[in-house]
């Protein structure tokens, strides 16, 4: 019979005991013909893991027997990618899909499997709401979150923060959002995405460097342009002390109200405050019955580069060509000139051709401008889907030694590794 | 539950071969995040005896953990860019091999309310040992854990079985000391009584065999 109420040491011990028995057991030795097996099956896995991507030389001949072997025992499905997977780096965080950092947490990462990752702010929460091979889909619940999206062919990225949605290709950006006080936030860091949701049904389509505000409660929206840009438009007539829609920013403000929408001020606003205040159809249209010809010849470089963003916002890419193309051709040298340059390569990314060459403009008119990562990669991109990897290879070397860290990077090292 | 990537994570049985040419694990770490597969299968020819050790007491006796081996370096060169200290390539393998167990645990749990086998449990792989009812003890011994929660069982695992110390495992789990003091002190009465009621593990909790005494 065993004692009543053992000590927890002696308790301890005994089990300890019992431990020992089943190390003793388990010693999970595996036999020379297990461990052969095991190893060969992991090379193969290797090998058809690697297998989209280069390897090196002195590799090939280890995996090249794998490689063949994959080839044939997977034939088709090789060509199939399995969805993505992700790993979440704290205990408390995660709990299957569902994320949620403590307030007193430090921040929390998840990292995909295609590269990409997610760093949560405390007091964020959400859920991978779907893995698919070409992309997730985020919800965000509440809090803030920093994703960096690795951009190929054919990703695609959603995050939803509550009832705005940001489409993602391939993208670096920080997203917030408060159901308390109904404010959503982004600030797109590289490459593009769309935002929709209210105050933004057709999807306003943010650039680098711009950032988004909504305060769903005051009805207002405002996109706030990089310095550059906004320094063009300080060339716009000075606003009245009763101009709410303009700060230190040169951001645009899109205001939902009925006072804002009509205006408020008796003074006609520039093209620059209308997209200010969202107005972007307004802006159109007036550029129309002005005579589009006429309103391109005549108007102010703030009021072109209004015009050019209030098209793209409207997905009126005719209109924003021509607009870029003006402020380059009438005011050649000022800095909207220049970025209407990389802006004119994003126009043309149908034709990679076309963009590369708007794109190898900005770089050489603004090596260092604020634009020169973005330029520099999707000109990579495109020059990999014109000429293939062999030429894109010295723009990827290029892009490392200036850009380690961009949101390229991993695309530029997955062209360059041996 | 996710599992902690921790920078630091719990020491390992067995103390790797190096010296010589073989490059040293920062050597390897920093390779292998560059994606280059020689550095994978070099990791896989260091770390994977111990990884599979941890497997099969994690998950227990008759299980064939090959599957669970190769997803923890599979995960392992998918997340290499998350190892963010190449020194602790040790650490950050063995905390991927306790989330592939775990899940394993909670899989085989789903799976034996679908489908039961024949005690639970599959074919033994292992080459049967001497003391035929050492090895039947410690398959009641699991047959007990099985009862437990996935991360009470890997609790119980790495400190009883494992050997790995209190604070090891606590970092393992990412809680507090007296976090898994509580959690182990709760789940060692539990596999204490139930071990005590078995006629056959009672003898092993004993000084020897046969005693019957803590």
Not at chain 1, 31 to 57: G, I, M, N, Y
Not at chain 1, 189 to 203: C, N
Not at chain 2, 86 to 97: D, K, Q, T, V
């Amino acid at each position: 019979m065993m004692n009543r109420g053992p000590s927890s040491a002696d308790r301890d011990a005994a089990l300890s005991r019992l431990g020992r028995l089943a190390r003793a057991e388990l010693t999970g030795d595996a036999s020379p013909d297990q461990a052969s097996k095991a190893r060969w099956r992991f090379r193969e896995s290797l090998a058809k893991a690697t297998s989209e991507r280069p390897v090196p030389r002195w590799a090939m001949g280890t995996f090249a027997a794998a490689a063949v072997a994959v080839a044939i025992f997977f034939g088709v499905r090789a060509m199939v990618r399995p969805p993505l997977t992700f790993e979440v780096d704290s205990v408390e965080v995660a709990n299957h899909d569902y994320f949620l950092v403590p307030p007193t947490a430090e921040q929390a990462h998840v990292r995909f499997s295609d590269g990409s990752d997610i760093t949560l702010e405390p007091g964020t929460r959400g859920r991978i709401a779907e893995l698919r091979a070409d992309g997730a889909a985020i919800g965000l619940e509440s809090g803030k979150a920093s994703l960096h999206v690795v951009h190929r062919t054919g990703t695609r990225w959603s995050v939803n923060a509550g009832p705005f949605v940001i489409a993602v290709t391939g993208t670096a950006f920080d997203v917030g959002w408060s159901g308390g006080d109904q404010v959503f936030e982004v600030m797109l860091r590289s490459g593009s995405i769309t935002v929709k949701g209210p105050m933004a049904a057709s999807g306003i389509q943010l650039a680098a460097g711009e950032r988004l505000v909504a305060n769903l409660k005051a009805g207002q929206l405002r996109v706030e342009r990089p310095a550059p840009a906004a320094s063009a438009t300080t060339n716009d007539p000075a606003p009245t002390a009763s101009d709410d829609s303009s700060d230190d920013m040169g951001s645009r403000r899109i205001d939902g109200s009925p006072q804002a929408r009509s205006g408020g001020s008796e003074v006609k606003q520039s093209w620059g405050k209308r997209v200010a205040a969202g107005d972007f159809d307004a802006v159109l249209a007036e550029a129309q019955e002005m005579g589009l010809e006429g309103a391109l010849a005549r108007s102010s470089l703030p009021d072109l580069v209004a015009l050019a963003d209030a098209a793209r916002y409207r997905g009126r890419r005719d209109v924003a060509r021509r607009a870029l193309l003006a402020q380059r051709e009438r005011f050649t040298g000022s800095m909207p000139a220049h970025t209407a340059a990389f802006l004119l390569g994003r126009l043309a990314e149908a034709e990679p051709e076309t963009a590369i060459r708007w794109y190898d403009r900005y770089l050489g008119e603004t090596p260092n401008g604020e634009f020169a990562s973005e330029a520099l990669g999707r000109k990579l991109v495109a020059v990999q889907s014109v000429s293939g990897p062999d030429s894109a290879r010295p723009v990827a070397r290029e892009y490392l030694r200036r850009f380690p860290n961009g949101a390229y990077a991993a695309k530029a090292r997955e062209l360059t590794s041996p | 539950m996710a599992l902690p990537l921790t920078p630091h994570g719990p020491r390992p049985v067995l103390v790797s071969k190096q010296g010589g040419d073989e490059p040293d694990d920062g050597t390897l770490a920093a390779e292998a995040a560059k994606g280059d597969p020689g550095a994978h299968a070099a990791i896989w020819d260091r770390y994977s005896p111990l990884v599979r050790r941890v497997l099969v007491r994690a998950i227990g006796p008759g299980i064939d953990v090959e599957d669970q081996l190769q997803e923890v370096f599979l995960r392992f060169y998918r997340n290499r860019a998350l190892l963010r200290d190449p020194a602790a390539l040790r650490s950050f393998l063995f905390g991927i091999a306790l989330r592939v167990a775990a899940s394993e645990l909670r899989s085989r749990r789903i799976r034996s309310w679908l489908r039961l086998t024949k005690d639970g449990l599959l074919d033994e792989p292992e080459a049967p040992r001497a003391d035929p009812d050492a090895r039947e003890a410690v398959r009641r011994l699991y047959r007990i854990l099985d009862r437990l929660d996935a991360n009470s069982r890997l609790a119980f695992v790495l400190h009883y079985v494992d050997g790995w110390e209190l604070t090891e495992v606590a970092e393992a789990f990412g809680v507090s000391l007296a976090t898994i003091k509580r959690r182990l002190a709760r789940v060692s009465v539990n596999v204490f009584a139930s071990a005590q009621a078995d006629g056959l593990l009672v003898q092993y909790l004993g000084d020897e065999k046969g005693h019957g005494q803590p």
